[in-house]
T-cell receptor
Framework: EDQVTQSPEALRLQEGESSSLNCSYTVSGLRGLFWYRQDPGKGPEFLFTLYSAGEEKEKERLKATLTKKESFLHITAPKPEDSATYLCAVQARTNAGKSTFGDGTTLTVKP | NAGVTQTPKFQVLKTGQSMTLQCAQDMNHEYMSWYRQDPGMGLRLIHYSVGAGITDQGEVPNGYNVSRSTTEDFPLRLLSAAPSQTSVYFC?????????????FGPGTRLTVT
């Protein structure tokens, strides 16, 4: 069974204080690993897809990296508008119709 | 494009009532899914579809039915509502076969069962 574990559950940062969110996964052959952002009261919004170990993707202050067992979402010099819940999900090669999500990390950035 | 739309936005049901949550997408996506999200938790897959006429169970299918007669629509039916089904329900769609494609989510339906 595919599993995704995210840590920490919650992270409070000062504006400008860089940090990383972790996503550990177990999947029977990775098709893709996804990062989403979710604002309160809204549906998740896509950030990145990573396909194989060693891959990196960047968007503004966010960088996602992937190893064979985990993914990191690095946040550089965060701003208050980066406050949100960040969700990690995996898809297995055997079933592209199914995604398994972690419980998320809630990030709060204080000015 | 409207993307993924869900109706209603809010719903209150009494235990034992039935209802249908509507989901539609206008992006010609093959794959569609229903998730529920409980407070402080991630998304749990209820049912999913890889094309019109094809559906399958996810992680938490009990108490829910789906059908997919068209590419655009994927309704979720609650057969006999229970307080344990109080949750926020999200519908999502994505492109299909080949590489892994990201999902596009609707705004959610907030359901309370009393």
């Amino acid at each position: 069974e595919d599993q995704v574990t995210q840590s920490p559950e919650a992270l409070r940062l000062q504006e400008g204080e860089s940090s990383s969110l972790n996503c550990s996964y177990t999947v029977s052959g990775l098709r893709g690993l996804f990062w989403y952002r979710q604002d309160p009261g809204k549906g998740p919004e896509f950030l990145f897809t990573l396909y194989s170990a060693g891959e990196e993707k960047e968007k503004e202050r966010l960088k996602a990296t992937l190893t064979k067992k985990e993914s990191f979402l690095h946040i550089t010099a965060p701003k208050p508008e980066d406050s949100a819940t960040y969700l990690c999900a995996v898809q297995a090669r055997t079933n592209a119709g199914k995604s398994t999500f972690g419980d998320g990390t809630t990030l709060t950035v204080k000015p | 494009n409207a993307g993924v739309t869900q109706t209603p936005k809010f719903q209150v049901l009494k235990t034992g009532q039935s209802m249908t949550l509507q989901c539609a997408q206008d992006m010609n996506h093959e794959y569609m899914s229903w998730y529920r999200q409980d407070p402080g938790m991630g998304l749990r897959l209820i049912h999913y579809s890889v094309g019109a006429g094809i559906t399958d169970q996810g992680e938490v299918p009990n108490g829910y039915n789906v059908s997919r007669s068209t590419t655009e629509d994927f309704p979720l039916r609650l057969l006999s509502a229970a307080p344990s089904q109080t949750s926020v329900y999200f519908c999502a769609s994505s492109y299909g076969s080949g590489r892994a494609y990201e999902q596009y989510f609707g705004p959610g339906t907030r359901l309370t069962v009393t």
